[in-house]
Every structure is written in structure tokens, then in C-alpha cells.
């Protein structure tokens, strides 16, 4: 249902998600502004909301990304969404979850600009030339140790041309990799549509059918990296369980399931 203060652009949504016949996006909240979109999706699980509720909002006053970051975007700019999944599944099938998110935004991204090279950066972020377009955050409903439900948090710069501070070196935009203007009611339409394809098999059988486009998709893969716990090594690939692949300098492949990834 739309609200006072939602763009032409993404009034048509809704509808889009209909045509295309996706499992996700029905119902379709828009919202002038919120919180936080993921803040909107956790509530409504527990009241009930039924799988593929999605929550799409102009704004977000305290949006997040991960380990409690700030998502900067200015009102009426980006496309800002979070949608409930209700699947049960054990907390270890989360971080397949966070990145197949990333690959139905890279393949919806890539489509949209074809003169753009989207890649995943392990775990959650979407770059374009390096510089991040898109990220990605889940976040579980839990029941004692067991999960019921996710939701699935997705911020796309769309509109943004000039970012603030720090964020102009390392963040890009639809408007600054693409020759045309970018809708966003079709990109939200089309990012629904591949991850509604892929999401249930990812949870029930984790990633071994996407690694090869995972591995197309890999902004690290050959890169030297470290993490948090200064290890590091040469990145190579993603396991079907969605943790990083390094192989150290020993020559000892090892698997990172968490935490920052830095390029040395």
C-alpha cells in the first residue's frame, strides 16, 4: 500500500512484482520513511506478517549495516528494502543467505547497467570498479536455537551522485556507472524475482549449485587479503557453505566463516 511522500518510481513496484510473479514482495509496504526497514520486517515477523512481506521505504532515520555501521542515503534517492523469509533453518545456513542476496543484486545491477562489472565482495557488499554499490544484511528470527524466519536487508545507491566525507572514495551509484537512468521499481521488482529463484535452495542445500557464478562473481578471488585476527593469504573461492577460501602462505587452505575482510 503506498504512502504520502513515495516517488512515482517506486508507486508502480507493487504491480511490477505481480507481473513478474515472485513469491517475494507480496504484500509490498512503501514507506515515506522508517527507522530502519530490517527494524520493520523483525516486528512484523513476530506479529504474524507472512513470508515475502516486503517493506521498502524513501528513508531511513537509524538505517544499519553490519557489525551495528551506519547505512548513509539521502531521502528519495536509493532503493532501501527489507523482506521476511519464513524458512527453517540452522544459523549456519545465514551467511549463504547474505550472499545469494549479493548475487541477485549483481546479476539485477548488472542488468540494469550491462556497461557495469558488478562483483561480490565476501561477505555482504556489492562493488562496481572496487567501490561499493550495494549491501546486504541479514538477520535472523529466532526460536530458542532454531531459526523461523529471516529477513533480508538490502540497500542499493541509486540515484546518488555525490556522497559525503570518506564514503566519496570508496561508494558508487546506478547514476554514476550506467548511461541511463536506472528505475527502481523495476530493479526492486527484478532483485525480488532472483532471489525468490535461488533463496530456498540455497537454505535447504547450501551453495553447491551457484559456485560457478559465485566464482564469476568473486571480487576477491586471487586477491591477498586479511582479516580481523591479522591471518591472511591469497583468497580463493567460496566454500558451499558461504565462508571465505584462503590459502595462507604455508600453503594451508583455511576457511573464514566471519568477520572484516581488508585487501593488503
Not at 130 to 140: C, P, S, T, Y
Request: net charge positive; with cysteine.
Amino acid at each position: 500500500m503506498s504512502a504520502p511522500g513515495i516517488a512515482p518510481d517506486l508507486e508502480s513496484a507493487p504491480a511490477l512484482v505481480r507481473e513478474r510473479g515472485s513469491g517475494l514482495g507480496v504484500p509490498m509496504h512503501l514507506l515515506a520513511s522508517t527507522t530502519s526497514t530490517n527494524d520493520e520486517a523483525k516486528l512484523a515477523a513476530k506479529q504474524g506478517a507472512p513470508s515475502g512481506a516486503t517493506w521498502v521505504t524513501e528513508q531511513q532515520t537509524a538505517g544499519r549495516g553490519r557489525q551495528g555501521r551506519t547505512w548513509v542515503s539521502p531521502a528519495g534517492e536509493n532503493l532501501l528494502f527489507s523482506v521476511l523469509v519464513r524458512v527453517a533453518c540452522p544459523p549456519s545456513r545465514l551467511p549463504p543467505v547474505a550472499l545469494v542476496a549479493g548475487l541477485a543484486v549483481r546479476d539485477a545491477v548488472g542488468a540494469a547497467a550491462p556497461e557495469a562489472t558488478p562483483k561480490i565482495k565476501w561477505p555482504n557488499d556489492v562493488l562496481v570498479d572496487g567501490k561499493k554499490i550495494a549491501g546486504v544484511l541479514v538477520e535472523a528470527v529466532t526460536a530458542g536455537s532454531r531459526v523461523h524466519a529471516v529477513v533480508v536487508g538490502i540497500g542499493i545507491n541509486v540515484h546518488t551522485r555525490d556522497f559525503p566525507g570518506d564514503l566519496a572514495a570508496h561508494a558508487t551509484s546506478m547514476a554514476r556507472v550506467s548511461r541511463r537512468p536506472a528505475d527502481r521499481a523495476a530493479l526492486l521488482a527484478d532483485v525480488l524475482a532472483r532471489l525468490d529463484r535461488d533463496l530456498h535452495v540455497v537454505v535447504g542445500r547450501g551453495l553447491g549449485l551457484l559456485r560457478a557464478r559465485l566464482g564469476e562473481a568473486d571480487a576477491l578471488r586471487g586477491l591477498r587479503v586479511r582479516n580481523d585476527a591479522a591471518d591472511e593469504g591469497i583468497a580463493s573461492g567460496i566454500d558451499d557453505d558461504g565462508r571465505l577460501l584462503v590459502r595462507r602462505g604455508d600453503g594451508v587452505l583455511v576457511h573464514w566463516g566471519a568477520g572484516e575482510v581488508h585487501l593488503v
